[in-house]
């Protein structure tokens, strides 16, 4: 019997654990366990005996479905009369009995003898027993063998589901053990035969051991000593030992039975770590908690709350915290009327700090199961900020798509136009925005496409249709035709798609040019250069001809013989040169080149003599009055029949009026080009830099409208470093953009002094963190006669540079002078920070959108602007720099004429 008691010992410590468990805070964590527990419980009413509860393994036991097991009473499975259970009942209200052995009948109609404690609990304000059941039909069936035979003791021994060892009290050898004593240490029979607890390593500390025979020694037993015992495969497990003397005619015997703990102790360690994870949570969530009770009495909040308030966990705790952050007692009816009435969703606040400012707060309220109630806060001061933000950063796009003079136009997988400017409108020939369809699609019934050779382009060959399958371009051609009008125009489209982070097109985005005009010209360019073909192979048709027409044209006509010696030239030729005949025949025309070109003209002029070659060559003439005049001069060989050169003959055109125009042209041309490269690059960049932020705007959009309401701040919260990205890369666009259009600013004599202090203010919160010196000195050259927003940019942008990349290991600064250099004015600006690696590097420095570090934030566009600046009016830029050691810009200045 002892070990029976033993047994009931431990169970009656197990019921008062989970009776425990069941008084915690925390019912969620205790429902959680009521049900996934592996010993059977029941919830019963008292008064009734209706069964209200049951968990997972009591189901399992009883194999009734759940519902139809609540629909019972304890009557229908205890089989004692409802009397007996009744009076089982009173003892329990009456706290003199918590411990039964019952009959029970389960689904399948079989009996089992239950060991039953019971508790009375108020649950929901009705007296409810709370019941712990353990199947004990095999014990009781075991304990009354064991009464009518002692010697079946060793079969029960056998069988027992506890770990049991048979040992010596001496020494520790073993004389049996049960087979759950081989399941719990993993040992085997052969691993215990003739062996000792201690030679087997059966205790983690041998001392435990010691201590285990120290109390049985005294006592002649011991109960649920706590120890660690080895598992065989190395694990630890925690057990707890209860343990009989045995007298014997031999040696003194110890039967010692091993309760596994381990989960039930790893449980509980669980259980204290979940709490301290659960304070942890609270005092750690980036939002104001407090959790009271409705009458607003007792108010606990979270660091985070001290952290926005100022108020203290004893402000709280010894004041009455309400009328801290709701000094004006109106308002503070007003929300504690809100806290109390659940309202959903959030509500707006202002709270006042402990230092007296007033603080912009949104909160929401739930109520807990144990009848407190939980306020979630958010700060708003700074969603608002961010809000504020977003709607600037939304207006700088907004603001450069509709200043550009390219149609730009971005629209979602279903085409439909999210955003598109005024150009977008002429482009496609709409008087107005009213016109324009809002889906890409029904543009079909206005317009046809054709590709550059007039062949129509199927839809799935559009610009649109392309990008949105993942599909980028540049000046892609495309003829286009309004169906109503019947006008066509041509189109240079540059295309991509937009890709969100998770790799998915989200849309895309077209800037297209109405080219036609330049098509135009290129047309008649070609025709221009065949009729001159012509011109040219007219004129060489005979000598006569040069002859006649010689002196009608400007410079007319020459003529050689065999040798290259002249011995006709236009008379027209002779009064530009203010020179005769005479003076020029044969070779003495060379003379009246200017003189840098004699010796390269008279090289290919005698080349062509002597190997029959076609003449031509543009070259320099000086007029008698000083003037240069540009000649185009053509020479071609006259043959006789066998092939002999016998003579030739040529033509000298004017052309310097026309060099003229090229040379326009030209610089014209390499400006668009520029402009062009510049408009690239900002669809390249609203194709990668601005569209990943774009696409973030979107997704958070998209989550804020299906989110909770407690969930949107948070998300909104995450627009800031999104709207400052946009801003940061919009800013450094409009200003490239804005140095290649022909702006007219103003020049004026401007005091480099005044200029540094307009830099400084705008710099004053880099320059206030910057733990380092800033020096002056513009001495040698006070002042330029300059434009004064490029001067403020160029010193803005390098000064800003050289405070972000600054050392942090040694004190740092930055000297910034002037001096004269010949005609130019020298701007240096130095540092001691970082520095370049020039080396790598290398032309990609001052390219826009071009960063070499990525230790602080930027847009890669300072230096490009800079360069741009000052290579304007004609000036250029020098670097020398060292990595760790510092960087010197010298911007040499040229100074703008009026």
């Not at 009327?337 to 969703?345: E, V």
């Not at 929401?364 to 950063?393: P, W």
């Not at 849309?507 to 360019?525: F, H, L, P, Y």
């Not at 006070?782 to 010193?795: Q, T």
């Amino acid at each position: 019997m002892n070990q029976t008691e033993g047994y009931i010992k431990k169970l009656e410590e197990e019921n008062q654990n989970l009776k425990r468990l069941l008084d915690a805070s925390d019912k969620k964590v205790l429902r959680k366990m009521f049900n996934s527990h592996q010993a059977i419980m029941l919830m019963i009413e008292e008064g009734s005996g209706q069964i209200v509860d049951a968990n997972e393994a009591a189901v399992a036991f009883y194999k009734y479905p759940k519902n139809e097991l609540l629909s019972l009473k304890i009557e229908d499975i205890n089989t004692l009369s409802p009397d007996e259970i009744k009076k089982e009942r009173k003892k329990v209200v009456r706290g003199k009995k918590d411990y039964f052995i019952f009959p029970h009948r389960i689904a399948d109609g079989t009996i089992r003898q239950v060991e039953v404690y019971t508790s009375l609990y108020e649950i929901n304000k009705k007296p409810t027993l709370f019941s712990i059941i353990h199947d004990v039909t095999e014990r009781v069936e075991a304990e009354k063998e064991l009464r009518r035979n002692e010697e079946k003791f060793v079969s029960a021994f056998k069988s027992n589901p506890n770990s049991m060892i048979i040992s010596s009290l001496d020494n520790g050898k073993i004389y049996d053990v049960n087979d759950a004593f081989f399941e719990l240490t993993g040992l085997t029979r052969k691993d215990i035969t003739g062996e000792t607890t201690l030679s087997v390593d059966l205790y983690a500390d041998p001392n435990d051991r010691d201590k285990l025979i120290q109390i049985v020694k005294k006592t002649g037993s011991v109960r649920n000593l706590e120890t660690r015992l080895h598992h065989r495969s190395g694990k630890i497990l925690t057990v707890l030992i209860s343990g009989e003397l045995l007298k014997t005619s031999g040696d003194r015997t110890i039967i010692t039975t091993m309760l596994d703990i381990t989960q039930r102790k790893q449980l509980k360690d669980q259980l204290e770590s979940n709490n301290v994870l659960l304070q942890t949570i609270f005092d750690s969530v980036p939002a104001m908690i407090t959790v009271y009770n409705p009458d607003l009495q007792q108010i606990n909040a979270n660091k985070e709350f001290e952290r926005i308030t100022g108020w203290s966990e004893s402000d709280i705790r010894e004041k009455n915290i309400m009328e801290l952050v709701y000094p004006e007692a109106e308002y503070r009816k007003k929300a504690a009327k809100f806290m109390q009435s659940l309202q959903p969703g959030f509500k707006d606040f202002v709270m006042t700090g402990k230092d007296g400012n007033e603080i912009e707060t949104i909160w929401a309220n739930v109520k807990l199961e144990d009848g407190r109630q939980v306020g979630i806060g958010i700060d708003n001061r700074e969603r608002k900020a961010a809000q504020k933000e977003l709607q600037q950063s939304q207006e700088i796009i907004k603001a450069a798509l509709y200043s550009m003079t390219d149609a730009v136009f971005i629209f979602d997988p279903k085409l439909k136009l999210l955003y598109y400017n005024d150009t977008f409108v002429t482009f496609h020939r709409f008087k107005n925005r009213e016109e324009c369809p809002d889906v890409l699609t029904e543009y079909n019934e206005f317009l046809t496409l054709f590709f550059p050779d007039e062949t129509p382009a199927p839809v799935k060959d559009w610009p649109g249709t392309k990008a949105l399958k993942g599909e980028s371009a540049t000046n892609a051609e495309y003829i286009l035709l309004r169906k109503d009008t019947g006008e066509k125009w041509v189109g240079s489209y540059s295309y991509g798609p937009i890709i969100s982070n998770d790799g998915k097109i989200t849309g895309a985005v077209i800037v297209v040019r109405d080219v036609t005009q330049q098509k135009n010209a290129e047309v008649e360019r070609e025709y221009l250069l065949k009729q001159l073909a012509l011109d040219k192979q007219a004129l060489a048709e005979s000598e006569q001809r040069y002859r006649i027409m010689g002196e009608s044209v400007d410079y007319g006509v020459w003529a050689t013989d065999a040798e290259g010696k002249a011995i006709h030239i236009s008379e027209s030729f002779c009064k530009m040169v203010g020179k005769s005949f005479e003076e020029i025949q044969e070779f003495g025309w060379i003379d009246t080149l200017v003189p840098e070109q004699q010796r390269e003209v008279m090289d290919l002029w005698m080349d062509s003599v002597n190997t029959g070659k076609r003449f031509e060559h543009e070259h320099k003439f000086l007029t008698q009055d000083g003037k240069v005049k540009m000649v185009l001069a053509i020479g071609m060989p006259i043959k006789d029949k066998n092939d002999k050169v016998v003579s030739w003959a040529g033509i000298n055109l004017d052309i310097t009026d026309r060099k003229k125009i090229e040379l326009q042209l030209e610089e014209k041309n390499n400006h668009l080009t520029k402009l062009n490269d510049v408009l690239e690059d900002f669809f390249k960049i609203a194709a990668h830099d601005l569209r990943s932020p774009i696409q973030n705007l979107i997704d958070i959009n998209e989550l804020v409208k299906q989110s909770a309401p407690e969930e949107k701040f948070t998300l909104i919260e995450m627009l800031e470093p999104i709207t400052i990205r946009l801003k940061r890369t919009v800013d450094g666009l409009m200003e490239a953009v804005s140095l290649q259009t022909k702006q007219e600013l103003a020049i004026a004599q401007i005091r480099f002094i005044k200029v540094w202090k307009e830099v400084a203010a705008e710099l004053s919160n880099q320059i206030t963190n910057f733990k380092g010196t800033i020096e002056t000195d513009f001495e040698d050259a006070p002042e330029i006669h300059f434009i004064e927003a490029h001067l403020v940019s160029i010193l803005r942008n390098l000064v800003s540079n050289s405070i972000k990349y600054a050392s942090e290991v040694k004190n740092s600064f930055v000297r910034i002078s002037t001096k004269k250099e010949g005609e130019s004015v020298l701007l240096s600006v130095e540092d001691n920070g970082i520095g370049i690696n020039l080396k790598n590097a290398g032309s990609e420095l001052f390219k826009p959108f071009k960063r070499f570090t990525s230790k602080v934030e930027g847009t890669g566009m300072g230096l490009y602007i800079v360069k741009n600046i000052v290579e304007k009016n004609g000036g250029y830029v020098r670097v020398e720099s060292k990595v760790n050691k510092g960087t010197i810009f010298y911007c040499y200045l040229k100074e703008y004429t009026t």
